[in-house]
């Protein structure tokens, strides 16, 4: 058969498409014509699989520009578009509460409920609150506080507001968004999950971020451990290396917090050796005796 035009959730365009299957269904009323035709598609490009839907209604009839007698068809397609909308990746790293909400704001964006997605993505914007801990009487005053907790920045806050408007519109008047505000809306929402719970782990994979964790210290310690001898006798510094800038600073705080993991025999690495004086500062040994 003849490759159809059809648009593409993978390559976020229309693309030509090879009909695996057909089937047409005409309406059971003789007194009028119209018939649905169902289409299995694959994409040429990405060999991506959709279902075409189209509804061809021949009582509406018309001559076209060339005097050839045309009518209406209207199209749908499953998985339902987002056109030019490029889904988030990494989804799975976010909170599940927070994933599910988001998930189910973005189908009803897709299926046209625009009054439904807004009323959801502002439930996002309470389940980011939630995860967060953030309080407030108001979802006004946890956006706020979110800017106050320094999780967000100034303009940031004021999109979030406005997603916060959208939604008490739908919520208490029943009014419905429009399409074109709910685009922006979501690239709003991406945009907050992106920053408070997607960009940083994927950085902590390919750059050296700073470290604000004993489980994370703890791991670089291992790694670095791994480059010395059995029996050798340094200062923590010395072991972690050009790494120490990750600390920022914290060196001390984290230095306290091993030598009581140390004592408490749930880190089993290194052992604490005499206090030296290096110039003005005291420092700790530690030896190394377990080799990793």
């Not at 068809?73 to 990494?90: A, M, Q, T």
């Not at 920022?248 to 984290?254: A, E, K, R, T």
């Not at 009581?260 to 206090?275: A, H, P, T, W, Y």
Request: glycine share 4%.
């Amino acid at each position: 058969m003849k490759p159809v035009k059809n648009y593409c959730n993978h390559c976020q365009s229309e693309t030509n498409h090879s009909i695996i299957a057909t089937k047409t269904i005409a309406m059971a009323d003789p007194d009028y014509s119209l018939d649905w035709k169902h289409f299995m598609l694959e994409c040429l490009g990405c060999e991506s699989i959709s279902f075409r839907v189209e509804t061809h209604d021949y009582e509406a009839s018309y001559p076209d520009e060339y005097d050839n007698w045309t009518h209406d068809i209207s199209v749908r397609i499953y998985p339902f578009p987002l056109k030019n909308h490029r889904p988030i990746k990494e989804i799975y790293l976010l909170p599940s509460e927070i994933r599910t909400v988001y998930d189910e704001s973005v189908e009803a964006l897709k299926s046209s409920c625009f009054l439904l997605a807004g009323v959801g993505f502002r439930a996002v914007i309470e389940a980011v609150c939630i995860d967060k801990k953030i309080i407030g009487r108001t979802l006004e005053a946890k956006i706020n506080n979110l800017l106050k907790n320094r999780l967000i920045a100034d303009k940031e806050a004021e999109r979030l507001h406005a997603v916060r408007f959208l939604g008490n519109d739908s919520v208490h008047e029943m009014a419905v968004p429009k399409e074109q505000a709910l685009y922006v809306v979501l690239d709003i929402i991406e945009h907050l999950l992106k920053n408070l719970y997607l960009i940083d782990k994927s950085a902590k994979t390919v750059l050296d971020t700073y470290i604000t964790e004993m489980k994370e210290f703890e791991q670089l310690l291992f790694k670095e451990l791994k480059k010395f001898n059995v029996n050798d006798d340094f200062p923590l510094a010395k072991y972690i290396g050009k790494d120490v800038r990750r600390l920022n600073g914290q060196i001390s705080q984290f230095e306290t917090a091993l030598i009581d993991r140390i004592n408490k025999g749930e880190f089993k690495l290194l052992s604490i050796g005499n206090v030296k004086v290096f110039g003005t500062n005291a420092t700790h040994q530690f030896q190394h005796f377990i080799k990793t």
